[in-house]
């Protein structure tokens, strides 16, 4: 099998991290594939914030954390309070993969620019989680403060976060469902 398909195979979603700073090496590494990606006409509909200051991710957590706790459904609190009480799972970098909202297929391309930088994390040896509990802190109360604080563009919206860092538990990718596929021929 061939690298490519090895690391497809051998990705998972990483919940807890040690908070060990990333290699800006790797970082940047992982802002390049993402900028590699595909977008329909090129029109690449996207700006990526790469946030590798933990001490933010820290206070997005928190901020993230008092909003969810507000929700009279507690069933979203209550499981990330069974995974130690982080929303970002003590994550010490985090991508935000911001979308222009008038570009027509800005949904489809930035989840091709979220899977781009999640394949690569798993390829640098790096874990991660696409997270689209990112958008919590960007969303009021709060957002003014934090759209201020990472540079988030006027005229853009949340499109999707990834985490990144060295995880805790390695654990294996889910189960895949052959009942999902129907060939032609």
């Known amino acids: 099998m061939n690298d490519v398909l090895t690391t497809i195979q051998t990705r998972f979603s990483c ?3 040690d908070g060990r700073p990333v290699e800006q090496e790797k970082v940047e590494a992982l802002v390049k594939a993402a900028l590699q990606a595909p977008s329909a006409m090129n029109i690449q509909p996207w700006k990526i914030i790469a946030i590798t200051n933990k001490d933010l991710v820290d206070e997005l957590d ?3 954390m008092e909003i969810i706790a507000t929700d ?16 970002f799972y003590n994550a010490p970098c985090m991508f935000l993969i911001l979308k222009d909202p ?6 489809l391309d930035c989840g091709i620019v979220t899977q781009n930088i999640s394949l690569a994390a798993t390829s640098l040896g790096l874990d991660n989680v696409i997270v689209a509990m990112a958008a919590i802190p960007f969303t ?16 853009y919206e ?23 596929v129907t060939y032609i021929n």
């Not at 008038?102 to 949904?107: E, G, I, L, R, V």
């Not at 009021?140 to 005229?155: I, L, M, N, Q, T």
């Not at 805790?168 to 895949?176: G, N, R």
């Open 72 to 87: 009279p459904d507690q069933t979203r609190f209550n499981r990330i309070k069974d995974r130690g009480g982080k929303v």
């Open 15 to 17: 919940r807890n991290y």
């Open 62 to 64: 928190a901020a993230a």
């Open 158 to 180: 949340f499109g999707m976060g990834v985490l990144v860092g060295y995880g805790i538990d390695k654990k294996e990718p889910h189960e895949i469902d052959m009942d999902k």
């Open 140 to 155: 009021p109360p709060g957002c003014c403060e934090f759209k201020k604080r990472v540079d988030f563009p006027f005229g």
């Open 102 to 107: 008038k570009a027509k297929w800005a949904d």
